[in-house]
Nanobody, 122 residues
Framework: QVQLVESGGGLVQAGGSLRLSCVAS????????MAWYRQTPGKQRELVAA???????NYADSVKGRFTISRDNVKKTVYLQMNSLKPDDTAVYYC????????????????WGQGTQVTVSS
């Protein structure tokens, strides 16, 4: 019904940059808040950055000044620009979106992408 497709993950050296993209498709009446999370084995999934439908954003303290979240409402896409990457940034990154799927259903549902691996080497 609704699918979030991510791209841009990979292997990069410390100090390098990557840009993640996430495209929402399917039955979408309205696309509300969007966010990026990350998770490593044995740890809780944590919020990295979030952005509202109006463009207001917030970040985890560990990535402030290095990461930038943005969105294109026409393309239904959210981006995460990651600069000055550190080995501690290594994780599986997940796209998250709150979506109303039908004009006839007022409920807002949460969807997740499949996850994309980001590995930062020393």
């Amino acid at each position: 019904q609704v699918q979030l497709v991510e791209s841009g993950g990979g292997l990069v050296q410390a100090g390098g940059s990557l840009r993640l993209s996430c495209v929402a498709s399917g039955s979408i009446e309205s696309l509300d808040d969007m966010a990026w999370y990350r998770q490593t084995p044995g740890k809780q999934r944590e919020l990295v950055a979030a952005i509202t439908s109006g463009g207001s954003s917030n970040y985890a303290d560990s990535v402030k000044g290095r990461f930038t979240i943005s969105r294109d409402n026409v393309k239904k896409t959210v981006y995460l620009q990651m600069n000055s990457l550190k080995p501690d940034d290594t994780a599986v990154y997940y796209c998250n979106a709150k979506i109303q799927t039908s004009i006839w259903d007022p409920m807002v549902y949460t969807y997740w992408g499949q996850g994309t691996q980001v590995t930062v080497s020393s």
